[in-house]
């Protein structure tokens, strides 16, 4: 079945600190990829996406993602965490339906 | 363009009452979302639109759910009648073609009582 898995519900990291979030996808090609960030109250708003081609994308706000096809895993990190960082993340994929199928999500809380 | 427009923002109702949730998508994209967030499930796809046409529809739980697209700006998510287990909040997201994302707007949080 295609799936969507993010091991970590809930992540509490220091402000200033590195940050690593998991995702892995069950599929059997190579999907497009997303994260996704929802802070409380909001919608769905993109970091960033892989599609093809560097296997290392960037997105908005100093996070990027690497896709490893050995693993079946897009991690998302960010160098140095903000407070404004702390919401729900997201990672989805796009088999070609063009319908997202999500994970579970993951909530980072930021320590001061 | 002012995003993927859904309204309400929030609906209180009553178990029995029909509830219509509507969204106006990002002009030009021709998918369409609705999507269902709780905190049991998380984020469910509901139904999808191609070209106001539904595609996939499998994941409407019951029959009591009905989504129609009427034209290219306008989409209504209908629940008749509610019950406290619809409670959640309602996505309505849109894109175009190949090599983009989906945008979603602001979600309408749905309470039934």
């Known amino acids: 079945a295609q799936s969507v898995t993010q091991p970590d519900i809930h992540i509490t990291v220091s402000e200033g600190a590195s940050l690593e979030l998991r995702c892995n996808y069950s599929y059997g090609a190579t999907p497009y990829l997303f994260w996704y960030v929802q802070s409380p109250g909001q919608g769905l708003q993109l970091l960033l996406k892989y599609f093809s081609g560097d296997t290392l994308v960037q997105g908005i706000k100093g996070f990027e993602a690497e896709f490893k096809r050995s693993q079946s895993s897009f991690n998302l990190r960010k160098p140095s965490v903000h407070w404004s960082d702390a919401a729900e993340y997201f990672c989805?994929?796009?088999?070609?339906?063009?319908?997202?199928?999500f994970g579970s999500g993951t909530r980072l809380q930021v320590q001061p | 363009d002012a995003g993927v427009i859904q309204s309400p923002r929030h609906e209180v109702t009553e178990m029995g009452q029909e509830v219509t949730l509507r969204c106006k998508p990002i002009s030009g994209h021709d998918y369409l979302f609705w999507y269902r967030q709780t905190m049991m499930r998380g984020l469910e796809l509901l139904i999808y639109f191609n070209n106001n046409v539904p595609i996939d529809d499998s994941g409407m739980p019951e029959d009591r759910f009905s989504a129609k697209m009427p034209n290219a700006s306008f989409s209504t998510l209908k629940i008749q009648p509610s019950e406290p287990r619809d409670s959640a909040v309602y996505f309505c997201a849109s894109r175009t073609g190949w090599n983009t994302e989906a945008f979603f707007g602001q979600g309408t949080r749905l309470t039934v009582v």
């Open positions: 989805a994929m796009d088999t070609g339906r063009r319908a997202l199928t």
